[in-house]
């Protein structure tokens, strides 16, 4: 029994110092560290370890011209692995234990709601780079991705203006994203003066399989005559049911056009394609831009990550941030984050699509929108194309937002009640 | 004469003594209390893992002791971090609310107030309307009665359902697995009220602390944490050493037998399945708040095989085997996913851990599971007797 005691405090000692040792060898090098908090296990890994390779490759090339500041940038990879309480967890040791001076990382909106309260405590700087449904503006977190204003609002223009759609189908995985964005589509078509029995509003769970009846239903809106288009927040997998249902009903592209907001390069590479031709998807970017600059960023990439690979809207928002990133540290001259962070604010960068990218005080950018028509290859047709328009964190189309604005440079707040003219909280609500 | 807990069982007397070793030598290292050296992201890892701890010793329970292979503890713990979630997110919103309400010409009346935390809360999730089910949630009473309440009600009338029906074995554990995945399905559902895939957020921020540091709120979740996992290893200790603790085992052997003898097998593993459910609901409780936010897929299926993998790794029908078992991966997992195991380049290919920990953690399980099937804590045994022998 003594000798088990003995053993089992051995055991117990070795785990631990070791554990401490390996967390106190971290020393203060002479580097600038970039956290990288991409899930690379986990449901979530294919689309995030994309855009953990485009930080890799941006740094590799940043050292190429000489690093930042005199100084080379180093990467620390950590895996939130799709788990979003370990997104907090990982946040929270990528700033005080790895020290690192700014994160590119998260993807869905839990996950960025996980990292929030610790990026605001600890006061650190995240690059965000995936569309999201709007309604947030924290001081240390920089929106690169779409606000609904930069791809829900001028796609669903798109459907009144140039298709002449009348009714509206706004289908959607069941989740925070698909839900804020059509419940300000739905308040914007009812300002449009479409009437509200004319738009048809459904939530599936995520991996949903059985779309015959939903298609039946939507089907059974055009049943008047009228025009019926489809503004689809469908995630992952569920798309593939869904077009296949659309397909088996027999409705091509021209009967009931259908826009996508997370269906992407990425997704469709390695996809049947056949029944999504001529479906629309609305994004910043799309690899078909025919601009010198994205054929650069291809090449780098294919160059990188393998000849197959595709390019995508995130992956834009990533290499935009990133250029942010380190134009306003040399701007600054330090990589301290309350400088870096007024710095950002107005910085100019090109995109990949032939325009500039301006960062607002409301820590959105300003993005041009771009709507594509899917082609059998798994690239997209550009069919539409607007100026940048500016993101706007808090949408003007629901009452209790309308009044909000977000300024970090005038107001400092992100959360500005222009009504009361208070700031209603300093931290981001998560 | 009955004999006292520690004399029927030594092992007792060690483990919590190394328990208050480890708790005071971590308080004394860490930010909050002491030198500073143990970080606060490392406290809070060390606090979750005492949480998981507490769960692997219910599953040991339930599984390693009378036989039932629950494959749904996870669901328990997750509703116990819900619970106390739910006062957390609503006490934390409500003095948010109030403070920016006060700059008004009028002061804020109550329905103002209950209207601004809705929109707070459920915002983002597109509502407004507070659901019947935070009805409690501006008590911390409450809500602390409900972290046992909840959970522990579920867990009377699923296990007097299915063992009433006589449902043993492999289907018991199939269907603690639906149940699991029914919970965690209907959570996701926006309707549910508890904010769907988003979950409750924010946790870490306790209402009322909020200038507390955060190196302080950790050491205090750690300290707690200990000593929850020292109290619940002294119940079920307790629980298994006894008569009551001979008959659950007896049933784990040979149900049937004992139920032939007389004994209420049914009422016998009602009550250890709904004691380890509320212990899993407490360690649930404690859980959540360290680790800052709670969705359904906390409670999603596999969370629950995980646990008993666990306690296989670590050996189960000894407590102390499910604290090593999870201690253990916990944090391995830890420490692979923090990108701080150092690559290995093997000239044609460069193992990066960021990708292969899972692929070692699973052979690890397939090992143990091979070499050694009483796990980790069975590898004591043999260096007992050994010792003995020499």
Redesign the interface.
Known sequence: ?K???K???AG?AA??TS??L?????AADDTIKVGVLHS??GTMAISETTLKDTVLMLIEQQNAKGGVLGKKLEA??????S????F???A??LL??DKVDVMFGCWT??SR??V???IE?LNGLLFYPVQY?G??SSKNVFYTGAAPNQQAIPATDYFLEELGVEKFALLGT???YP??T??ILEQYLKDKGIAAEDIFVN?T??GHSDWSKIVADVVALGADGKKVGVISTINGDANIGFYKELAAAGISADDIPVVAFSVGEEELSGLDTTNLVGHLAAWNYFQSADVPVNAEFIKEWKAFAGEDRVTNDPMEATYIGFNMWVQAVEAAGTTDVDKVTEAVVGQKVPNLTGTMAEMLPNHHLTKPVLIGEIQADGQFDIVSQTEPVPGDAWTDFLP??AVLESDWIDLKCGMYNTD?K????L?S?? | MERSLFARQPSVLVFIGLLALFTIVITILSEGFGLGIVSTSFIKILGKTLCLCLIAIAMDLVWGYCGILSLGHFAFFGLGGYMIGMWLMYERTKDIVIASLSGGELPATPEEITEAIGTQIFGVVGGAEIPVVWYFADSLFAQLLLVVLVPGLLALVFGWLAFRSRVTGVYLSILTQAMTLALSLYLFQNDSGLRGNNGLSGLQNIPGLTEVSQSVVSAWFFLASALALGLGYLVAAWVVSGKFGNVIRAIRDDEARIRFMGYPVEAYKLVVFTLTAVIAAIAGALYYPQAGIINPAEIAPIASIYLAVWVAIGGRGRLYGAVIGAATVSLLSSWFTGGQAPSIPLGFYTIDWVDWWQVLLGLGFVLVTLFAPKGIGGLFDRLVRKDAAS
């Open positions: 029994m000798f088990t005691t053993l089992r405090i117990a785990l631990f554990t401490i390996a967390h106190s060898a971290y690379l296990s620390v990879v950590v895996d939130p692995a788990d979003w309480p370990l907090a967890e990982k929270r040791e005080t234990v909106s839990v709601k996980s929030l309260p610790v405590e449904e309604e947030e069941d989740y925070v839900r804020t059509n419940k939530y769970p995520f209790e937002s009361t208070t700031c209603v909280q931290n609500n998560y």
